[in-house]
Each structure stands twice: as structure tokens, then as C-alpha cells.
């Protein structure tokens, strides 16, 4: 028997991590909807790919479609074609949604505080028009370790950006999928599949406290290769992970 090919070896070890989050986490029930925030992004991209092909498994029966938010006034691009396309390949139907906001009338907050906003906004909004129960999000491990990095020393809290989190409000819930996986896999992944990159990329992407929070980050595990574990299983004991 020839030995596994490394895009194999990758996608075999991010489908491990899925359907243990899945577990883990209580993510996916029977007859749920599930709606993907579809960025275009390489997370967003390899999370609506595990999900569709997850779907037609029917263990849990659900279904999925995806969601696509334009932004008016940020200065990037993507293919909106290709997502289409993506999609379709899928077997996923792609809803395209445009919205803007006016960053001079809150001075107080970044534009990306802004943007992530508002496509949250239109998210519910449509999640909720189209019978959707739950909202899927490409964050990975590694952005929930940095949030949780970001909470404890920018504002004094210990948490972070929960696996499940029902939303109060709102008759949804929050799932993030890939939050088991690394970062530096799903990259990896994503090269191998040959994921279209967006046309431009956000202005802002590098000028925020997560780029900060990154790079420390990244001189942690330099330090302590076991800190990425640890971290997570102190989010864990202390029940950050899921929010009822």
C-alpha cells in the first residue's frame, strides 16, 4: 500500500480535529441550518469544505449554505466569481450580502472593530430571514489563543471566543468548527488545494493589537512548546468554551 501523500496526511489530521470539536463541543445536531460566514478567506474557505462534505455523510443530518458580506468603504476585494464557484463545486448554495458604515462616527472604535460589526449585523439578520438556528466561523485555534491573550492584557478578563455560544437575544447559535485546529495546518492546506487568495487585502489587517498579539505569541511557543496546550486546557477547566 503507498503511503499517504501529505495533502493526505493534512486533510486526514484537520478532519480528525473537526469531528472531535464536533464532539467535544456539541457543535452539530440533527436538522440543524447552518449558515458560513464565507470571507474568502483560506479559514472560511476550508470551513465550508469540511462542512459540505461533512454533510453529506447524514450523521448528524444538517444542512449548509454560505454568506458572503461585502463592505462598501474597506478598500479590499474578493472574487466573488470564484466563491460562487467554490460553493457550487460544494453543493452549497452562496448568498452575497453588501453593507458599509461611516468609520468618522465612532471615533472610539477601530475599523476593524466596525467592519467585524456590522457583518455580524447582516449575519443574524439573514441567518434569522432564512430559517438558519446556527452560524458557522472560520476562527482556528490560534485566534482563539490570541483573543484570549487580548482579553487578559488589554482588558483584564480571562476568556475568549467560545466553540459554542447561543446567542440570548436571538434565537442562533455561534459555532466555530476549525476552533481545534492549527493555523499553520489549515495555511498548509489551503496551499495544497490551491485556495484563491482575495484580489486585495484589507487595509487594516495588519495595523491592530492581534498583530501584536500574534508575534508574542509566536515567541511563546518558541519559548515553551507546551504553552499552546496549556493555554487551551486552562480555557477548558474554566468553561470558557462553550457559553449556554
Known amino acids: 500500500m503507498p503511503a499517504p ?9 484537520l478532519n480528525e480535529r473537526f469531528v472531535k470539536a464536533m464532539a467535544t463541543y456539541g457543535l452539530i445536531a440533527d436538522d440543524d441550518r447552518i449558515l458560513v460566514g464565507l470571507s474568502g478567506g483560506k479559514d472560511s474557505l476550508c470551513l465550508l469544505e469540511l462542512l459540505a462534505k461533512r454533510m453529506r455523510i447524514q450523521h448528524p443530518r444538517f444542512e449548509v449554505a454560505a454568506l458572503h458580506v461585502r463592505m462598501e468603504n474597506i478598500h479590499y476585494e474578493s472574487d466573488t466569481s470564484y466563491l460562487e464557484t467554490f460553493a457550487h463545486d460544494l453543493g452549497v448554495t452562496l448568498h452575497v450580502r453588501t453593507t458599509g458604515f461611516d468609520a468618522s462616527t465612532d471615533t472610539r472604535r477601530s475599523p476593524c472593530f466596525l467592519c467585524s460589526w456590522y457583518r455580524r449585523k447582516i449575519m443574524f439578520n439573514v441567518a434569522q430571514e432564512l430559517g438558519f438556528n446556527k452560524i458557522a466561523l472560520g476562527h482556528h485555534q490560534d485566534d482563539i489563543l490570541h483573543t484570549t491573550l487580548m482579553g487578559l492584557f488589554y482588558q483584564g478578563q480571562f476568556g475568549s ?3 459554542r455560544l447561543k446567542l ?4 442562533l447559535t455561534i459555532i466555530r468548527p476549525l476552533c481545534m485546529m492549527r493555523e499553520a495546518d489549515i495555511k498548509a492546506y489551503a496551499d495544497l488545494r490551491g485556495y484563491q487568495d482575495q484580489k486585495k487585502q484589507c487595509p487594516y489587517e495588519h495595523d491592530s493589537h492581534r498583530t501584536t498579539i500574534r508575534r508574542l505569541f509566536s515567541d511563546i511557543e518558541a519559548m515553551n512548546p507546551e ?5 487551551w486546557r486552562a480555557l477548558n477547566k474554566a468553561g470558557k468554551m462553550v457559553e449556554e
Open 161 to 163: 471566543m467560545p466553540a
Open 227 to 231: 504553552a499552546r496546550a496549556n493555554m
Open 168 to 171: 440570548r437575544k436571538m434565537p
Open 5 to 13: 501523500t501529505t495533502e493526505q496526511q493534512l486533510e486526514k489530521r
